[in-house]
């Protein structure tokens, strides 16, 4: 039974194309620039460069303060507008984090989860203890000159 037959069963209708959210795959290029090759040619290469750019200081970033991975997401995203491979990568991204957020909601994934982060919490707090304990707080200002 389809989605449409199924939803028009119960009086609501659905369009089946609105939730797929796919697009098709190619470039998204004005038509005027995809009708001459030699523009065609010179606007890829300048979404490549634009987006290599974007890549790059996200990459920067991931070592520097700043949102790495959010920024070289933003550079795929902006390949994607252009390259095949790009959006191919997009869509496996966003499929992959769609299964982890849903895994993630899981009761049994959230219960285990806060129970190992209330268990790494007892031991960090247990060592910032013992070392509290062992050699005292000493603050900076009142180290003494050696």
């Given at each position: 039974m389809s989605g449409?037959?199924?939803a028009a069963a119960h009086g609501?209708?659905?369009?089946?194309?609105?939730?797929?959210?796919?697009?098709?795959?190619?470039s998204r290029a004005p038509e005027f620039v995809k009708a001459?090759?030699?523009?065609?040619?010179s606007w890829q290469v300048g979404v490549f460069i634009v987006g290599l750019a974007v890549v790059a200081a996200g990459a920067a970033m991931l070592v520097l303060p700043g949102p790495g991975w959010v920024v070289i997401f933003g550079g795929m995203?902006?390949?994607?507008?252009?390259?095949?491979?790009a959006q191919l990568?997009?869509?496996?991204?966003?499929?992959?984090?769609?299964?982890?957020?849903?895994?993630?909601?899981?009761p049994k994934v959230r219960r285990r989860n806060i129970i190992l982060t209330s268990i790494g919490v007892v031991i960090a707090a247990g060592l910032a203890g013992a070392y509290l304990w062992k050699f005292g707080?000493?603050?900076?200002?009142k180290i003494e000159d050696q």
């Open positions: 449409e037959v199924a609501v209708t659905v369009d089946e194309s609105e939730d797929r959210e796919e697009r098709a795959l190619g001459r090759r030699a523009l065609h040619l995203a902006i390949w994607a507008t252009e390259f095949v491979w990568v997009l869509r496996w991204t966003k499929r992959k984090v769609t299964e982890a957020a849903q895994r993630a909601l899981d707080l000493v603050m900076p200002w």
